[in-house]
């Protein structure tokens, strides 16, 4: 397989990220959990965050792009009972769900990349 064909099958993770990522600015609203001020500054700050990894990723792949997804999905997964409104199963859920697949994706993209020299610096 070319490096622009490996390149192409890895992206599909990235752009999936990137959706992710802007969920988790509007899901505040979305989800009508607005009002709370912890799980709805976090879903804007690692949203726009996970959002900007994933841009970078699609423009110019580096695996640095992605461990810091995958640290982002860690905080998400974290974050309702770190920053403590793990007794709202909405955001609690929305955050762990999202956190799992960015996660996921991630992992598998920095696993996948790994056997492709040339790919990444």
Sequence with gaps: MSTLSKRLSLQWKDAICLALGLWMIVSPWTLSYIDAMNPSWNAWIMG???AAAALAALS???KSEEW???IFGLWLIIA????????MPVATWNHIVVGVLVVLLSLWTVVTASDTPGLMT
Excluded at 80 to 87: D, N, Q
């Design 48 to 50: 726009a965050l996970i």
């Design 60 to 62: 110019a792949f580096h």
């Design 68 to 70: 810091f997804s995958v």
């Design 80 to 87: 309702p009972w770190a920053l403590e409104f793990s007794g």
